[in-house]
């Protein structure tokens, strides 16, 4: 079957700290994977994609790269600012769309 | 600008009453979806639909009920048979293609449901 498992939060930093948050997968065939944003109060956003292996998704200084050997789309980003306090989710797509369990990021001045 | 609007925002309902929420969507995409959200939680899909006339139920979709008679509109339905309807709901769209999504999940801002 298909599934996303992802790193359990919260995770809090300090701004200007190195930000990873894991995400692996089980899937059937070749899915597509992404990563979404969701600040308080407010529905997801897309915040990156890949759509085949080795591919790298970027966006607003978030990183992730489609690792097939290793089933994982982990997402990084160098150096946090408060404003990316927000809760993560890792997702895949086939038939449906699939979603880990969402990492809670606080960071502080 | 294209997106998905749901309405309303808020909402209270009083113990036993049906409530409905609305989405549409105005991407010209055939996919819909519904997912519950609770406090500190992940997303749970209740209804979705691939295409108009038809929908196949998620993984929890007892004391909900949906419709799909046009492309862009996915109305849910809160039923009073639901024990727990307290919670943040979220309707989104994707393009599909031979059955397999072709793209991202787009979000509307979601529905926040209290019941008093």
């Known amino acids: 079957g298909n599934s996303v498992t992802q790193m359990e939060g919260p995770v809090t930093l300090s701004e200007e700290a190195f930000l990873t948050i894991n995400c692996t997968y089980t899937?059937?065939?070749?899915?597509?994977l992404f990563w979404y944003v969701q600040y308080p109060g407010e529905g997801l956003q897309l915040l990156l994609k890949a759509t085949k292996a080795d591919d790298k998704g970027s966006n607003k200084g978030f990183e992730a790269t489609y690792r097939k050997e290793t089933t994982s789309f982990h997402l990084e980003k160098g150096s946090v600012q408060v404003s990316d306090s927000a809760v993560y989710f890792c997702a895949l797509s086939r038939d449906q769309f699939y979603f880990g369990t969402g990492t809670s990021l606080t960071v502080i001045p | 600008d294209g997106g998905i609007t749901q309405s309303p925002k808020y909402l209270f309902r009083k113990e036993g009453q049906n409530v409905t929420l609305s989405c549409e969507q105005n991407l010209n995409h055939d996919a819909m979806y519904w997912y519950r959200q609770d406090p500190g939680q992940g997303l749970r899909l209740i209804y979705y639909s691939q295409i108009v006339n038809d929908f196949q139920k998620g993984d929890i979709a007892e004391g909900y009920s949906v419709s799909r008679e046009k492309k862009e509109s996915f109305p849910l339905t809160v039923t009073s048979a639901q024990k727990n309807p307290t919670a943040f709901y979220l309707c989104?769209?994707?393009?599909?293609?031979?059955?397999?999504?072709?793209?991202?999940?787009?979000f509307g801002e979601g529905s926040r449901l209290t019941v008093l």
């Open positions: 899937a059937t065939g070749y899915p597509s």
């Open positions: 989104a769209s994707s393009r599909t293609s031979g059955g397999i999504n072709t793209g991202e999940l787009f």
